[in-house]
């Protein structure tokens, strides 16, 4: 199965940027990166989703390399809410199956 | 609110029980997945059904078998539950087979099985 891979945790104080690398080199042609949210006891949650060069929306930005092999979400001025776990999700080329990386816990101080 | 429910939110099972966890959406998704969240392994898909009347296994299959009722209902069963199948079970849909358009997930099913 293709592995993502993610930092386990990172730390930042409020009104900071983040960026939030996922690794995924063995992603398939057609497949999208979709990046979600999750707060304790919730489901994940959507954010942003891209395929190529870069995606904003209200939320956050997604920059995707022309390579496709790595994505970067990126947290404008973080606030306390923005703390949570942070996934990102491709597809595996050899299963066709939607793999989640591990999870980044975002600690956003005051 | 539109969305995906799962029902139970909370259950306890002895070794050797069986049940159902039930979960339907209301957003005429052609795809529907169960997941299960432990501990340190961020979540792992268990079965999906890419449209109604088809099902395939997905990470962790072992253990559990599931129904694509219709559209909208995606069961996933524990024939003889294990304490190793304790974990909280989410439910998701999205609109392509294979989640090009990002997945709803429901609000989970914390499963203890003792």
């Known amino acids: 199965l293709a592995k993502t891979t993610q930092p386990i945790s990172m730390d930042s104080y409020e009104g900071q940027e983040v960026n939030i690398t996922c690794s995924h080199n063995?992603?398939?042609?057609?497949?999208?990166i979709t990046w979600y949210q999750q707060f304790p006891s919730q489901g994940p949650r959507f954010i942003i989703q891209?395929?190529?060069t870069k995606v904003t929306n209200e939320v956050a930005s997604l920059f995707i390399p022309a390579d496709r092999k790595s994505s970067t979400l990126s947290l404008p001025r973080v606030s306390l809410s923005d703390t949570a776990v942070y996934y990102c999700l491709v597809g595996d080329e050899n299963t066709g199956k939607l793999i989640f990386g591990q999870g980044t816990t975002l600690q956003v101080k005051p | 609110n539109a969305g995906v429910t799962q029902t139970p939110k909370f259950q306890v099972l002895k070794t050797g029980q069986s049940m159902t966890l039930q979960c339907a959406q209301d957003?005429?998704?052609?795809?529907m997945y169960w997941y299960r969240q432990d501990p340190g392994m961020g979540l792992r898909l268990i079965y999906y059904?890419?449209?109604?009347?088809?099902?395939d296994k997905g990470e962790v299959p072992n253990g559990y078998n599931v129904s694509r009722l219709n559209k909208r209902e995606f069961s996933l069963r524990l024939e003889s539950a294990a304490p190793s199948q304790t974990s909280v079970y989410f439910c998701?849909?999205?609109?392509?087979?294979?989640?090009?358009?990002?997945?709803?997930f429901g609000s989970g099913t914390r499963l203890t099985v003792v």
């Open positions: 059904s890419a449209s109604e009347g088809t099902t």
């Open positions: 957003m005429n998704h052609n795809s």
């Open positions: 063995n992603i398939a042609t057609n497949d999208y």
């Open positions: 891209g395929y190529k």
């Open positions: 998701a849909s999205s609109e392509a087979g294979q989640g090009d358009y990002g997945y709803t």
